[in-house]
């Protein structure tokens, strides 16, 4: 009963502050701002949970100022054409991987360099965290017009996978169509081993592999459970660590503009107040993806650190 009354009261109290803050902003004069958030992977998948926690709390934590909305699945944009709708203003925030941003920076395909092959995370994040991702997320920012917010969501290593063709080495890649998910590098890593690439947004890519269009795609453990995509066909995974993925969080320049300092302050401030638990959160679903993978019929090689290095 003491439990049932706690809960109530608590309930009055949250719905009380919630109806002080609306009633300070129409006291204001004030609207909402709206900020639309568009992601092209799954709600399950950890990024989208990454985001959707965040713009929970920068809901709470702006006073209800800031009104977030996240479209999952690519209901609005695939991440290979939000750049585009974060310019022309039909988004307000998205979180696009580097490999999609190479038509606008060629620099942000510097993880797909042959020197970051195989490389394991403490190297990665010292070139993301580093002078290098800086100066990839400065000539992001002029280039979209765009306001990057201070560390990228991990999305890790991206692999090998293929539907029919076993994958004992990199040898059996060669003369198979290969799904890329955007990026010169990709296409260029794709072709060194043999390959033939196909670039295909990641929305479209369950019915592409069912349909034959591509034997094999590059990508990720965690994007693999999160789309099922054993129920398309994927049988095989030879998880070189080939690259590693990063999504960059940016703010369309002309909502951030918009914004009054303090709510700059607070965007910011959480971010940086988060990411490290959103990157651990992300390192620990890639492992938990890959025994997903496996228990339903995905057969996993792991190269040696010689065949790596030799590759690099």
Not at 79 to 90: F, T, Y
Not at 170 to 199: C, H, M, Q, Y
Not at 209 to 229: E, P
Not at 238 to 263: C, I, R
């Amino acid at each position: 009963m003491q439990q049932g009354i706690s809960r109530r009261t608590l309930a009055l109290a949250s719905g009380a502050t919630i109806v002080s803050a609306f009633g300070i902003l129409r006291a204001r004069g004030e609207e909402p701002m709206r900020l639309r958030c568009s992601l092209d992977t799954a709600p399950s998948h950890l990024r989208n949970v990454a985001i959707a926690d965040y713009l929970k709390k920068l809901e709470a934590a702006s006073g209800g100022r800031i009104k977030p909305e996240i479209f999952h699945s690519g209901q609005l944009f695939a991440d290979l054409d939000v750049s585009k709708a974060l310019i022309q203003g039909q988004v307000e925030m998205a979180a696009p991987g580097v490999w999609t941003l190479t038509g606008f920076v060629p620099n942000a395909d510097m993880l797909q360099l042959p020197a970051m092959y195989g490389r394991n995370l403490e190297e990665t994040h010292r070139v993301i965290d580093g002078r290098a991702g800086a100066l990839v997320n400065s000539e992001v920012e002029k280039k979209l017009r765009v306001h990057m917010l201070p560390g990228s969501i991990d999305l890790g290593f991206q692999n090998w996978y293929t539907s029919k063709k076993a994958l004992a080495s990199a040898e059996d890649l060669k003369g198979l169509k290969i799904r890329s998910p955007g990026g010169a590098g990709t296409s260029w890593r794709i072709r060194f081993f043999g390959g033939i690439p196909n670039v295909t947004a990641w929305p479209n890519v369950p019915l592409a592999l069912s349909q034959g269009t591509f034997d094999g795609l590059v990508s990720t453990n965690q994007s693999l459970a999160t789309g099922k995509l054993w129920e398309a066909g994927v049988r095989h995974a030879y998880e070189d660590h080939q690259f590693f993925g990063a999504y960059l969080p940016m703010v369309s320049g002309v909502f951030w503009d918009k914004l009054p300092p303090d709510l700059q302050h607070i965007m910011s401030d959480l971010w940086v107040q988060n990411i490290a638990t959103y990157r651990a959160g992300m390192e620990k679903a890639q492992a938990d993806s890959r025994a997903i993978l496996e228990t339903n019929g995905v057969r996993f090689v792991d190269p040696s650190q010689e065949v790596v290095l030799a590759a690099r």
